[in-house]
């Protein structure tokens, strides 16, 4: 059975880290859990990331063979873990055992995932451009390309998703399917789920027989040691998923390198939930309870959280809200991840309380404990949230705002208004297709994932999922950090020009020894 020690693990080693102590903590009753975790100092730093620069040019081509079952040995070993790692996680984040369960079959499910994409190679995109020795006025020469890694990746846990956005999770394994080495951050919510996961990664990279430095985890204090990361010239990437002032920092700081690099930061977003008026009509009911349902499906604390509900105001819309209200009320209250985050919650809560043409339609049960979150639910009309732009912030947690329009026109004009978002959500009948196409255009814009009759929460991890949106839902709306378009973050396009062919890589080749599917000459094909 693996030990929760405390140690940072940089490389094959098993350190502990000098620079201050840190503990996880228990939300639930409020103490610090055993052992103390030594944090890292920046010499701890300078050794995780030169040692994933030292085993970069080793990784990135090792057979596309070994790198997926390096992914399917990883999510064995997780598996391996058993319940001690449900039990710790538990511990350190309050979330019920089976949700935790479901995570880890997530986090093990989109490693497999990754692997049979590495196995597949698209990924690669391989392309060929035969030459054209005779072409007048000018000869074309012999054109090839395909994808190669960015280099060592710096990845930052996330707080609500101790295992699936953690230290194994997208972000880790879909660079690693790209070939790049990470250096993962703890989140300090969950060290030693963290360290229980890193030990499995550890193990499968002695057991694939991979260079040392293509994995370590740091823990850290503070903001030193994740700027310490990030400021690395080894470092050629992020992945972080948290708060827009967190990840906007991370920006900021690769911005001003010597070397500029590429942040992908999953930040904010409230997921408008716009509710149509056959869909208002024909399923209000059905609509309110699921819409309460997902409002407070763990405890709020999740990125596609529906914090925007949209209608277009009447007496069915005004009995919708009720009937959500009546749902709300019966919500108990929950613990949340960390004691920031319940007094953050609260603050925003009683801050929208006040706010003017802001009306508290319902609460849950009291709040319990010191990081227990009563669910919250509020209206206010589309000419105030229109004129206040603190009613479109993200509130992270149980709670939701109704935005009641007086028309279509105004209904067009809140999907102009709000930000960049993850979701955006239609509920709607064939009746209210015409409302729909118009509103389409606008949504496109607004959201990487745009839903027709169903709830935001829940991602599915797929070929065609974008867990990404424009600004400030992430820092480049362009990716997406959960799907197979995950790894293109990771990947940049390389062309050789007439080399000999004892020098090209393999995808490239004439002979094709992978047997890719492969652009050539204009032609998907398989020669």
Not at 69 to 81: D, P, R, S, V
Not at 228 to 238: D, G, N
Not at 255 to 276: D, G, Q
Not at 383 to 409: H, Q, R, W, Y
Request: net charge neutral; glycine share 10%.
């Amino acid at each position: 059975m693996v030990k929760v020690t405390g140690e940072m693990l940089i490389g094959a080693r098993a350190i502990f880290g000098s620079a201050g102590q840190l503990y996880a903590f228990d939300p639930v009753r409020g103490v610090d859990l055993e052992p103390v975790f030594g944090g890292a100092d920046v010499g701890l730093v300078n050794l995780a990331c030169a040692l994933a620069e030292s085993a970069f040019d080793a990784y990135r081509i090792v057979p596309l063979e070994v790198r997926a079952a390096f992914l399917e040995q990883i999510a064995e070993n997780i598996l391996g873990l058993g319940d001690a790692l449900i039990e710790r996680a538990h511990l350190e984040s309050a979330l019920p055992k089976a949700r935790l369960e479901g995570e880890r079959g997530r986090t093990v499910g989109q490693l497999r995932f990754f692997a049979s994409l590495v196995r597949e190679g698209g990924w690669l995109g391989a392309t060929l451009d035969s030459a054209m020795p005779e072409r007048k006025p000018l000869p074309r020469p012999d054109l090839r390309l395909q994808k190669v890694p960015l280099g060592p990746v710096a990845v930052f846990g996330a707080s609500n998703f101790p295992l699936a956005f953690s230290v194994a999770g997208g972000d880790t394994a879909s660079a690693l399917a790209a070939g790049c080495p990470v250096v993962v951050k703890a989140h300090p919510a969950h060290l030693g789920t963290s360290e229980l996961v890193a030990r499995a990664i550890q193990r499968a990279v002695h057991e694939c027989g991979l260079p040392e430095g293509v994995f370590s985890l740091l823990i850290g204090a503070g903001n030193e040691t994740g700027a310490a990361l990030v400021s690395h010239p080894a470092i050629r990437a992020v992945g972080f998923t948290g708060s827009r002032s967190g990840g906007l920092a991370l920006v900021d700081m690769a911005a001003k390198r010597w070397e500029p690099i590429p942040v992908y930061a999953e930040m904010s977003s409230i997921n408008p939930f716009f509710v149509l008026p056959g869909a208002l009509e024909r399923r209000s009911e059905a609509l309110a309870v699921g819409l309460a349902d997902s409002v407070t499906l763990g405890v709020g604390q999740f990125c596609t959280n529906p914090g925007l509900v949209v209608m277009i105001d009447s007496a069915k819309a005004r009995q919708f809200v009720e009937i959500v209200g009546e749902a709300m009320a019966k919500k108990g209250s929950q613990t949340m991840l960390t004691s920031g985050i319940a007094v953050e919650y609260g603050r925003s809560v009683e801050k929208r309380v006040g706010a003017s043409g802001v009306r508290l339609a319902a609460t849950g049960s009291e709040a319990r404990g010191q990081n227990g979150a009563r669910p919250a639910l509020f209206v206010t009309s589309a000419s105030d949230f229109l004129t206040k732009n603190e009613l479109g912030a993200e509130i992270f947690g149980p709670t939701s705002l109704v935005v009641l329009c007086m028309d279509e026109a105004q209904l067009a004009d809140v999907a102009r208004h709000v930000e960049g978002q993850l979701t955006c959500t239609l509920q709607m009948e064939p009746d209210d297709y015409a409302l729909a196409g118009k509103l389409m255009p606008i949504l496109e814009r607004k959201a990487g994932r745009i839903l027709a009759n169903g709830f935001p929460t829940g991602v599915e991890v797929s070929q065609a999922m974008v867990h990404g949106g424009p600004y400030p839902a992430t820092s480049d709306s362009r990716t997406t950090s959960v799907g197979a378009n995950a790894m293109e973050r990771f990947l940049r396009p390389v062309c050789y020009q007439d080399l000999p062919a004892e020098l090209l890589p393999a995808s490239v080749r004439d002979d094709n020894p992978l047997a890719l599917w492969r652009v050539r000459d204009g032609r998907l094909m398989r020669n």
